[in-house]
């Protein structure tokens, strides 16, 4: 497709099971970002790849959180032991490379956790 | 620590009116400062994205104004419209990984 995109688009689960939010980037956005947007709150940053850099962790929550990014392109961010507090919308975004490129954002994914 | 502050929280206006979002930022040394739409239950639609060479940039009705010595950003949509509603968001980039982004003002544009 054209855009990010991100799915599920909505997810329940039960407190204490793992989930895994999957991101498809715009073909050849080199950047990738993982926010978290709660409910009335602003955007959370919480990880971002770049090419074949290291990526910036610095804004995991916890160590239950991780993401990778398989060949460049998808990326997963898994949530382990998932936590009432975990719900909220997760947003994906890609752009090129460089600090003067605009950023594109998916349209999230919903997590519930009950 | 970069802090962005976005005032208004909401803003309700009638159609036709020009009206003026504010975004403010503790840190100058920013690479650019962008501006978003956020539909409800949508992501984030950029809108303008101004380097922080630039002093301003235009697309259509809006506006937007970067003063990075004052630390302020402003967005200007003229003639508002009831389409127009959404929230808007300003984020300061600060590093190639960080965006920082303000809390929105949420628009109301009444028929």
């Known amino acids: 497709g054209a855009g990010v995109s991100q799915s599920p688009s909505n997810k329940v689960t039960e407190k204490g099971k793992d989930v895994e939010l999957r991101c498809d980037p715009i073909s050849g956005h080199t950047a990738l970002y993982w926010y978290r947007q709660s409910l009335g709150q602003g955007l959370e940053f919480l990880i971002y790849f770049q090419g074949n850099s290291a990526p910036d962790k610095s804004g995991l929550p916890s160590d239950r959180f991780s993401a990778e990014r398989t060949g460049g392109s998808v990326s997963t961010l898994t949530i382990q032991r998932t936590q009432q507090e975990d719900s909220a919308v997760y947003l994906c975004?890609?752009?090129?490379?460089?600090?003067?490129?605009?950023?594109?954002f998916g349209e999230g994914s919903w997590l519930t956790v009950v | 620590k970069q802090e962005v502050t976005q005032i208004p929280a909401a803003l309700s206006v009638p159609e036709g009116e020009n009206l003026v979002l504010n975004c403010s930022f503790t840190?100058?040394?920013?690479?650019?400062l962008q501006w978003f739409r956020q539909d409800p239950g949508k992501g984030l639609t950029s809108l303008l994205l101004?380097?922080?060479?630039?002093r301003e940039q235009t697309s259509g009705r809006l506006n937007a104004s970067l003063d990075k010595s004052s630390g302020r950003s402003t967005l200007y949509i003229a003639a508002s419209q009831p389409g127009d509603s959404a929230t808007y968001l300003c984020a300061a980039q600060t590093s190639g990984s960080r965006l920082t982004f303000g809390e929105g003002t949420q628009l109301t544009v009444n028929p």
């Open positions: 840190d100058s040394a920013i690479y650019n």
């Open positions: 975004a890609s752009s090129f490379a460089g600090t003067g490129n605009t950023i594109y």
């Open positions: 101004i380097q922080s060479s630039q």
